[in-house]
């Protein structure tokens, strides 16, 4: 990701109402495009957070962690989680978070699943 000036802003779901944390990480993937001066759509950042987030809580046991890094033209947005039982096919949320961003992965990172997606303005 090549920007000149980069901004990191990380949010973890709560332990307890992990799907009322899905809504907060809406409102922080709302804060955190704003705050990294994002010049792209700030409603497709907050959905694919949405999407994500939504499929960690259902598919996991962890505390997932929102991750979204970047700047004017691009943000990269992570959700990892230890415990998810495995990477895995998201049918309709994978679908939108393809046609919603530039690109997008599942990896496997210091033992802890992570699906990120890039987003260019």
């Not at 997008?104 to 699943?113: E, S």
Request: glycine share 10%; with cysteine; net charge neutral.
């Amino acid at each position: 990701m090549a920007t000149s000036s980069l901004t990191e802003a990380v949010f973890s779901l709560p332990e307890v109402d992990r799907r009322g944390g899905v809504a907060l990480a809406r409102d922080f993937a709302r804060r955190a495009a704003s705050v990294c001066g994002y010049l792209g759509c700030h409603e497709d950042v907050v959905v694919v957070v949405s999407e994500l987030a939504t499929d960690a809580v259902r598919h996991g046991s962890g505390r997932p962690l929102v991750r979204i890094l970047g700047g004017r033209d691009r943000l990269l947005v992570e959700i990892v989680d230890t415990a998810w039982p495995r990477l895995r096919d998201f049918g309709w949320g994978q679908q939108l978070v393809a046609k919603l961003s530039e690109s997008w992965g599942m990896t496997v990172r210091a033992g802890q699943n992570v699906v990120w997606c890039e987003m260019t303005a």
